[in-house]
């Protein structure tokens, strides 16, 4: 089965409506997409799942992958999760690490979104709006000061757990 990617922009975001099987098969192609898109100089992006449907580990090793490249120069957030395709991203965990919007219209900010889910159009280049974005503890986000252990402490759970899942995904490794 093949995947169609249907892209559109709003503003400086790049909207990547998915359709049919993120998998081992079609992957590679979304991924060379992305790449384009980045040498391009895009570094915002909404991925529309709305018509996923299915997503292996392949197809979560990529988004995955977009994710660490954007982070901290840009943003990435996803649409559409339902049926099969949510309970992937439930089960395995990726739920809680991507910004995730029930359609396109409420992830570009119609209607207003929830305070913990800023539309968007509204995120601006600051760390802590990219790090909100991505999931993630804004402080968490931020360099630790010297002599400063709390926030070390905080810092570091967010990338032991994104590091787990590069080393289960075998990203990283050359």
């Avoid at 503003?11 to 098969?25: A, F, P, W």
């Avoid at 999931?135 to 905080?154: D, H, L, Y």
Wanted: proline residues 6%.
């Amino acid at each position: 089965m093949s995947l169609q990617i249907q892209q559109s922009e709003h503003g400086s975001i790049k909207i990547l409506q998915l359709i049919g099987r993120l998998d081992t098969e079609t992957s590679p192609n979304f991924e060379l997409a992305v790449y384009d898109l980045q040498e391009a100089g895009w570094t915002q992006y909404l991925v529309d799942l709305s018509q996923v449907t299915y997503v292996s580990s392949a197809g979560l090793r990529v988004l995955l992958a977009l994710a660490k490249k954007v982070e901290g120069k840009g943003s990435m957030a996803l649409s559409g999760l339902a049926g099969v395709v949510r309970e992937v991203f439930e089960k395995s965990g990726f739920s809680r690490m991507f910004t995730s919007y029930p359609d396109i219209s409420t992830a570009l900010g119609a209607p207003a979104p929830s305070p913990n889910n800023k539309p968007l159009s509204s995120v601006g280049s600051s760390n802590d709006d990219v790090a909100r974005l991505l999931g993630v503890n804004p402080a968490a986000a931020r360099p630790a000061k010297a002599n400063s252990t709390p926030a070390r402490a905080q810092q570091a759970a967010p990338v032991g757990f994104f590091a787990k899942f590069l080393a289960i995904f075998g990203i990283g490794k050359k």
